[in-house]
């Protein structure tokens, strides 16, 4: 029997009871410290990275966010560490900050391609906006040419991504940028009318050419940011049209490289999935990044 239970916290509880057997919910490292402590009564818990990713994603219409010297700054004051010791590492220890927007961790075509950009040095964000021409306000924000160098972060509202933003302000505070919380009911609203300056916002990798190519490509229906580059749209092209795999992510390996170069999006982290079980279920497995009902065919009562 499968039960949607939209309160995860009395899924938690139903598990530990005994009224459910499996329970997957959301990744959150509250009610994973609670379903590990659940260990002495016979409940086992298990995560895996996701298929989905988080990121910061850029609107290319924004006067401030079509200039590269503000893209570099704001991706070298982000403290992507913090952001997953925070919010990540408590359900899934082993998580780094993402290092790509086309391929996950686990992928044989993974390079982290970000790590050099994304410094978490707001001192190093402060110098690349001086030198070209932005000037420290006493009030501690930047400006140029009687443009302030203040912008919302904008989200679904969540708790969780508010805590993000929060922690985005306060670091990117320190290299003279004015952040605030543009949290909203209709994100999906603001996103496809250009009604946002930064998103918040996550996606899939599977498929991961479809993806990539929905999300970037010119002509991209998601590609609400407003980006063009020639070299993104060939690379996609051949790799949504090439039978080789091969040849395939040798393409979307050179457009996650162009994409790099201009910062059109600051990759975060890949999402944690999460759930337990009762040891007196067996063939649970820890296989698929879409959940843990994947093989739900195959489980038994021992």
Same mark, same amino acid.
């Given at each position: ?5 939209? %309160?995860?916290?009395? !899924?938690? @509880?139903?598990? +530990?009871?005994?009224?459910? #057997? =499996? $329970?997957?919910?959301?990744? %959150?490292?509250?009610? !994973?410290? @609670?379903?590990? +402590?659940?260990?002495?009564? #016979? =409940? $086992? ?258």
């Amino acid at each position: 029997v499968l039960r949607s239970v939209p %309160d995860a916290a009395a !899924a938690v @509880r139903g598990l +530990a009871s005994r009224q459910f #057997g =499996v $329970v997957q919910v959301p990744a %959150d490292p509250l009610l !994973a410290d @609670r379903l590990r +402590a659940l260990a002495e009564q #016979g =409940v $086992v818990f298990e995560q895996r990275g996701g298929s989905t990713v988080e990121h910061l994603d850029l609107n290319l219409t924004s006067q401030l966010f079509r200039d590269p010297v503000v893209r570099t700054a704001f991706a070298q004051c982000v403290d992507r560490n913090e952001l997953v010791d925070k919010l990540v590492r408590g359900v899934r220890p082993e998580t780094q900050p993402l290092g790509s927007l086309a391929f996950l961790p686990d992928d044989a075509r993974y390079q982290d391609l970000y790590s050099s950009k994304m410094v978490a040095d707001p001192q190093q964000a402060q110098v690349t906006l001086e030198r070209a021409g932005w000037i420290l306000d006493s009030d501690g924000v930047y400006s140029r040419a009687g443009q302030r160098l203040t912008f919302a972060i904008s989200h679904d509202g969540s708790p969780a991504h508010s805590m993000e933003v929060e922690l985005i302000r306060k670091q990117c505070r320190q290299a003279g940028m004015e952040i605030t919380d543009g949290g909203t009911t209709d994100l999906g609203d603001a996103l496809r009318n250009g009604r946002f300056a930064v998103a918040l916002t996550t996606s899939s990798r599977i498929p991961r050419v479809w993806s990539v190519a929905d999300h970037y490509a010119t002509k991209g229906p998601l590609n609400y940011q407003h980006y063009s580059n020639p070299e993104v749209d060939a690379a996609l092209s051949v790799a949504e049209t090439e039978y080789s795999e091969s040849t395939q992510m040798d393409a979307l390996a050179k457009a996650d490289r162009a994409l790099a170069d201009d910062l059109v999006s600051l990759p975060l982290f890949q999402l944690p999935i999460m759930w337990a079980y009762s040891n007196s279920i067996d063939s649970v497995y820890r296989e698929a990044l879409s959940g843990v009902t994947w093989n739900a065919n195959e489980w038994t009562v021992k």
